[in-house]
């Protein structure tokens, strides 16, 4: 078992970044001329990292998928972000936007981290607003808020329900000055196939042009992994389809460990399955919960339309259950308490897998010309997916994976277990811990690139500014090469008789049965064998056409689907690993009278941090004991 040093400052929690800030090694301006940095993502975490990394004279080197960095997933986002600036001068605070977040994650997350996310959040929004970000405003020229899940104050910014696509296009100009400039060479259609390390050091990357099929070798002094999280796992989530796991779990496989992989959230408000033929789901923003209602019927099976139904005959159940919160109690236990009603019987829709969302009293208050200010993009959405009005009948949800709290771990600095890697937005594990709350993905990702990162990369390269450039001739890279066309020729030589897309989809039916929204020993026990089988037939029995030299979609996602079958059975061992319930991981075994989540802080108080050891060769739990100074662990409570 290794020893995890998260270098922690020292001092008074509102005071350790501050005085980190005042106290980290600088790298000279002639000196970062010098220093070659690789980013490999062009998210929010990425394209803020770049630009502000290229700004400060760094020379950046950016690599992304997608035909153009603004398609990045981050573009999907929708409510808001959340940041302490107190305008609606109701209460908040950083403290309470700190609070807010440990308590969300129920205790599950680093103080440190999480006090500096709060402390910079404010600092995102004058950032983007300069940018010229279109945020929501008041009739005096203010800029307006909402409230999300598991807070009691008003502190999410947002651009309808298109705060993703701003955010990033914000970015996206910061990111393209610095292309024009020349401060980034930017690498369009280029996926990384794995990490290069050179006397313990990440060294650079092994990436594939997507176009022409050629393996290309770049050097960099850090590589920084900003490549999103690895839902996509489940096979039916609200990522885009192209999301994987790639990136992080060969950092994986070259020392880097993995933090939580079991801690998953499942997102309360999406359209909810239709029919076989699907391959994602759709997420409804979280802000819709501000005003709609969440309901269903009291009688079991009550097939009548919504309509049809009684105010005195419908449930009310999250303002019932929780008083405090109502429909904005968190993620998880709105995602839970949804799953409870329509286990019992009282689902709604051809499947039952769905309750309402309404948003009559909303229109009855407001007027719908209100109501379609705030909502109308995601209300044509629905209609256009469904064929329903949300203006006139509710809307039908039901939970679906969304986002993953667990990633690399890494420590204060944002630095991988190898040195000068460093893993940066929904990627890391550090903020949320076993649970996110909405609109905060988008504060981190820009926490990290604008604010965090351009700091205490900083610190590392200030030791490597005699380091010259390695060449690419170097025998790591011929070496991480050759195994990245070994596992390629692999796959197309197989000669099997089953797609890609059919491993995924039973990797999938694995995942969510057995690790999903609840999960007991049994299952995950009998989850393991099953992936490890999964496993052995992908490598016997896929069939992948065409070349590696070209354009080949699905040699791309035969090595994907790989990887996720390899990430599942990690996920599956840290979630029977963890036999308490704490936020979104959820034990049958481990709850509360009332059914809600009953963590074991005397034995599970710490962040899990899994070592890679070989392949089909058990990986080694380590720990990083949790300390917490600020608050006191409580069993949460929303009521």
């Keep these: 078992m290794s020893i995890l040093n998260s270098k922690i400052p020292e001092g008074q929690l509102s005071e350790k970044w ?27 975490a990425g394209a803020s990292a770049s630009s502000s990394l290229a700004e400060m004279g760094y020379n950046v080197k950016t690599f992304c998928f997608q035909d153009s960095p603004r398609r ?25 936007l700190f609070y807010d977040t440990i308590k969300g994650g129920d205790y599950r997350s680093r103080e440190a981290n999480v006090h500096r996310l709060a402390e910079v959040s404010s600092n995102i929004i004058d950032q983007c607003v300069a940018q010229g970000v279109p945020f929501a405003r008041e009739y005096g020229g203010t800029l307006d808020n909402r409230s999300f899940g598991g807070v009691q104050v008003s502190r999410t910014f947002y651009a309808r329900g298109q705060t993703g696509q701003q955010l990033l296009l914000g970015a996206y100009s910061a990111l393209s000055r610095q292309i024009a400039k020349g401060s980034v060479t930017m690498y369009n259609r280029h996926e990384m196939l794995d990490i290069v390390k050179i006397d313990g050091k990440a060294r650079g990357v092994i990436v ?3 176009l022409t099929g050629e393996y290309e070798r770049h050097f960099g002094h850090a590589v920084v992994l900003a490549t999103g999280g690895y839902g996509n796992v489940f096979y039916l989530s609200t990522n885009a389809m192209a999301s994987n796991t790639t990136a992080i779990w060969k950092a994986y496989k070259k020392g880097a460990m993995f933090g939580n992989p079991s801690f998953t959230q499942i997102h309360p408000t999406c359209i909810p399955v239709s029919g076989d033929y699907q391959s994602k789901l759709t997420l409804m923003s979280e802000s819709l919960r501000n005003d709609g209602r969440i309901w269903v019927p009291k009688k079991q099976g009550d097939d009548r339309r919504a309509e049809d139904i009684p ?60 109501v379609s200010a705030r909502y109308g993009n995601l209300f044509e959405m629905y209609e256009k997916i ?48 076993a649970n996110r709350l909405g609109a905060s993905a988008l504060m981190q990702g820009l926490a990290d690139g604008y604010f965090v990162l351009p700091y205490t990369i900083g610190e590392y390269l200030s030791k490597d500014i005699r380091t010259p450039a390695i060449s690419t001739d170097h025998e790591a890279f011929e070496i991480a090469e050759n195994e990245a066309r070994d596992q390629n020729t692999r796959l197309l030589n197989n000669n099997g008789s089953k797609s890609v897309e059919s491993f995924h989809r039973d990797l999938g039916a694995i995942m969510w049965e057995n690790c999903g929204m609840a999960r007991n020993n049994p299952n995950l026990t009998s989850a393991i064998s099953e992936i490890q089988s999964l496993k ?12 590696d030299d070209n354009l080949n979609p699905e ?32 034990r049958e075994e481990s709850q509360t009278e009332e059914g809600e989540a009953l963590r074991d802080d005397e034995n599970f108080k710490f962040t899990s941090a899994w070592e890679y050891k070989g392949d089909d060769v058990k990986p080694v739990r380590n720990k990083e004991e949790l300390q917490f100074e600020a608050v006191e662990l409580t069993q949460r409570s929303y009521k």
């Design 18 to 44: 501050s005085n980190y800030k005042s106290t980290v090694p600088l790298v000279s301006p002639g000196n970062k001329r010098r220093l070659e940095i690789i980013v490999i993502g062009t998210g929010l």
């Design 72 to 96: 990045a997933h981050s573009i999907a986002a929708q409510g808001g972000i959340n940041a302490a600036k107190n305008y609606q001068n109701d209460g908040d605070s950083v403290f309470r």
């Design 208 to 210: 594939r042009n997507l």
């Design 311 to 370: 105010e005195d005959e419908r449930d009310y159940y999250l303002e019932r259950r929780y008083p405090a919160f109502g429909n904005l109690v968190p993620r998880d236990v709105a995602s839970r308490a949804a799953k409870e009603r329509c286990d019992e019987g009282y689902g709604v829709g051809s499947t039952k897998l769905a309750v309402y969302l309404d948003f009559k009293d909303a229109i009855k208050r407001l007027g719908q010309d209100v």
């Design 386 to 433: 469904t064929g329903e009005d949300p203006y006139k009948s509710p809307m039908r949800i039901y939970p679906a994976v969304h986002y993953t709290m667990g990633g690399l771990w890494v420590d204060y600095n944002l630095m991988t277990t190898v040195q000068g890697l460093y893993a940066i937005g929904e990627c890391n594990y550090s903020d949320h811990g």
């Design 536 to 547: 052995k037939e992908f490598w016997e029995k896929v069939r992948v056409p065409g070349r």
């Design 555 to 586: 040699l791309e996602k035969a090595g994907r689907v790989a990887d996720f079958i390899e990430l599942g059975e990690l996920m599956v061992r840290d979630a029977l690993d963890r036999s308490e319930s704490c936020g979104g991981h959820f």
